[in-house]
């Protein structure tokens, strides 16, 4: 997931002046507002805190006490997963980041990144919508994806896991934001059984998107200057 949302492509699509000439295919609302998944009400449950170190800026995150926090790759990223509901959480390395997301974007901008996007993805990854939201003082930039189905076939390492848990696709979600002028992107995502209904895949993604609006809601952030 993580080299699916880079620097290079949110500062091409940013910074971008171009007109999208393919608007109609990806029509987006410039209005502040979450992804239409997360509008729903998390039940009543523990969470617990989570801080870590990453570079420029301390990250917190709050989880529902039941979830795993995996060993990360590296010192600076976070991985956390919800085994028995098929959730996970992932925030990658910060990088310094080219612009600063102090303002909303425009239509425009939110439809060329998906564009961008979508040119990078592996095949069967599709980038569907863009959108951003006001926390507090915190502007997000986000984005929804799904992958329609897996290829066990050509899983690799995720093959066994695939074969054990009878999964047929998921559903993410991306945030971005830049504190400290630091670039934070947080990953979002749940497995969707294989032959669910599409009824069944609507409840289930709102059902996680419930969580995930928690959690993005919770993330706080620290700074040496306490800056933006």
């Known amino acids: ?10 500062i091409a699509a940013l910074a971008s002046t171009e007109r999208v000439t393919n608007a109609r295919a990806y029509p987006q609302n410039p209005e502040l507002a979450w992804p239409t998944a997360f509008s729903g009400k998390v039940a009543a449950g523990e969470w617990a805190d989570h801080s870590f170190d990453a570079t ?28 028995t509901n098929g959730l996970r959480v992932e925030i990658a390395e910060t990088t310094p980041a080219a612009f600063a997301l102090d303002k909303p974007v425009t239509a425009e901008q939110l439809a060329g990144s998906i564009r961008t996007m979508q040119a990078a993805s592996p095949i069967g990854y599709v980038i569907e919508r863009a959108g951003q939201v006001r926390v507090g003082d915190r502007l997000w930039l986000w984005h929804e ?31 971005a934001s830049t504190p400290g002028s630091q670039l934070v992107r947080v ?12 009824a069944q895949i609507a409840s289930r993604t709102a059902e996680a998107g419930a969580i995930f609006a928690e959690i ?7 700074t040496s200057a306490n800056s933006r």
């Open 1 to 10: 997931m993580a080299n699916v949302l880079t620097v290079v492509l949110l």
């Open 56 to 83: 420029g800026v301390q990250i917190r995150i709050s989880l529902p006490s039941t979830w795993t926090v995996a060993s990360p790759a590296n010192p600076g990223q976070f991985d956390a997963i919800d085994r």
């Open 187 to 198: 990953y979002l995502t749940v497995m969707i059984l294989k032959g669910a209904s599409e």
């Open 145 to 175: 994806s799904r992958i329609p189905a897996f290829d066990a076939t050509n899983a690799g390492a995720y093959k066994d896991r695939l074969n054990e848990f009878p999964y047929g696709g998921s559903r993410h979600w991306s945030f």
């Open 216 to 222: 993005v809601k919770r993330i706080s952030f620290r």
